[in-house]
Structure formats: structure tokens, C-alpha cells
């Protein structure tokens, strides 16, 4: 609680800051962080050789790099949200008119969606402006964090502009609890599950865990899946691009949705990847024996 107390004049102080001098921060920040404390530098380092083993160590130095400068800038920018005004807020982050023409047919057709994501790009200015521009109420599946105070800040950031928030556990029930609304509901498909209930897959040259939950909600609900990327323009300006993965989830097969969204993410994080969140411990977790292997394995030695 002190920590929070004695952080919270600092972090509306940053904040408020102009833009000019606010990225100035972000520049300090970096060096900061990149040179004299070495954030997860080691664990960056790995996951980037791991998922580009053609990449010259060159070229993987250049990449990390420019993941830190743009890490330092999106950090800082979650900040903004704090006091960022609307109008500011949709100018530095816009839909595409093709994501508007895509969102405002779903709209008028009165079909709610579910939207799939990374964390690429600064996730959090784009849920603002969906809320601002969207004519959908958009809710936001989340892990609420363990400090009750910066869960709280968090919150009241995400809330601002009239996003909802819904917590992982409570996801399904929550949707059908608004089924008669008009709802977008974001899921950033790109977290860490228990490897015993995950989609395993190949992602970035590397077996890889993948959330079922998104999938399987999708083809209950039937809601249309919609993936959505938010490409950096230029130093803080975005866009928010959308794509329409499956019209009638349900109609799919096991598997298919899971593996069409976590084929568009490694697409954009391939073409820039600077932008995708490498410090996660994403690969932290190993595919489960399956238990008939396990046991000819055990009987043979």
C-alpha cells in the first residue's frame, strides 16, 4: 500500500506530461533500463535466438534493441491513459476505415463479436479507441493483478472511456450474462496456460501453448472472431487494423480457430518485431508426455 501511495503523484505526474517531454522520459527510461539495470535482458536475448534461429546475432542485437526503446515507450504511454483526452486519445490511436466499415457492418447487422489479439503494439490505447469510435460495448477479458491498489489503477485506466472489464474465470458466464447487448469481447490470446489444457502448436519455430478458452467460448457463443492488430505509424501514433477469421465459429473444427489467429499474430510479429511483448516468459512451459508414452517409457527402463 506505501509503495502505491508513493508511486501514484509520480505516475499522474508522467502522465501529464507534454508529448515532447514525456518521450524524452521514455528516452532516459531506456537507457535506463536496456544498459544499467538489464531488464530480462538474457530472457529477450533467448526468446528472440529461439524464434529467428536464421537471424545473425547481429541482427538479433538490433531487434532487441528496438524492442526496448519501444517497450520503454509503450510502459510509459499506459500511463497517459491516465489523463489522455478523448479527442488526444483517438487522434494518436485510429481505427482503420476498413476496420470501421468491418465493426460498424457487425453493428448494424446487431451481431456481437469476439475480438483476438497479441500483446502487439499498445494494446491498451487500442481498447480506448474502440470504445470511443466502436459503436459495440466493448469488454476486455483480463488476470486482475494480486496489489488490490494497482488492480485498482489499472482498472480505473482500462474504464475510462466506457470499456468493460471481465475477469478470466469469469468469461463465459459473463458473456451469456450479456448476450442481449450489442458486445465485442477482446481476448489477448497470447498469455501462458497450463500446459495440461492448452492447444500445443508451432509458433515462432517453437512448440507452443496456446489458450483453448477463446476457441472453444467462440464456438459455443457463435459470435464472429475477429482478429485485430495495432501497427505503430510512428512514434506514439497507431492503427488498429481488423480481419474477420471465421463468420460462423461454430461450424468450425477443433483447432481451427486456435490455430488461424496464432498464425496471424506470428505474420505481424515476423514483419516487425520489435512490437510483440518478448520479455514474457512465453515458452516457460514444456508439452505434457501424453500418458500412454509415459508409461512404455517408465516400463522400459
Known sequence: MLTYYILLPFIYLISLLPFPVFYGLCDIMFVLLYYVIGYRKKVVLQNLQNAFPDKSPQEIEQIRRRFYRYFCDLLLETFKTLTISRETAIKRCKLTPEAQALFDRYAAENSSIMIVMGHYGN????????????KHHLYVVYHPLT???????????????????????????????????????????????????????????????????????????????????????????????????????????????????????????????????????????KRPVPVKEAAVTASAI
Not at 218 to 240: L, S, W
Open 123 to 134: 494494446w491498451e490505447w487500442a481498447g480506448n479507441t474502440f470504445s470511443l469510435q466502436g
Open 147 to 285: 496489489n488490490k491498489y494497482f488492480n485498482g489503477l489499472m482498472y480505473r485506466m482500462r474504464t475510462r472511456f466506457g470499456t468493460g472489464l471481465i475477469a478470466m474465470k469469469d468469461t463465459f458466464r459473463d458473456m451469456v450474462a450479456h448476450k442481449s447487448e450489442l458486445d465485442a469481447t477482446a481476448f489477448i490470446a497470447d498469455q501462458t496456460p497450463a500446459p495440461t489444457s492448452a492447444y500445443w502448436t508451432d509458433f515462432l519455430n517453437q512448440d507452443t501453448p496456446v489458450f483453448q478458452g477463446t476457441e472453444k467460448i467462440a464456438r459455443k457463443m457463435n459470435y464472429p472472431v475477429v482478429y485485430v492488430r495495432v501497427q505503430r505509424v510512428k512514434r506514439g501514433y497507431y492503427e488498429i487494423s481488423a480481419r474477420t477469421l471465421f463468420d460462423q465459429p461454430s461450424a468450425t473444427k477443433d483447432g481451427e480457430i486456435t490455430a488461424a489467429h496464432t498464425k496471424a499474430l506470428e505474420q505481424d510479429i515476423c514483419a516487425h518485431p520489435e512490437y510483440w511483448l518478448w520479455s514474457h516468459r512465453r515458452w516457460k512451459h
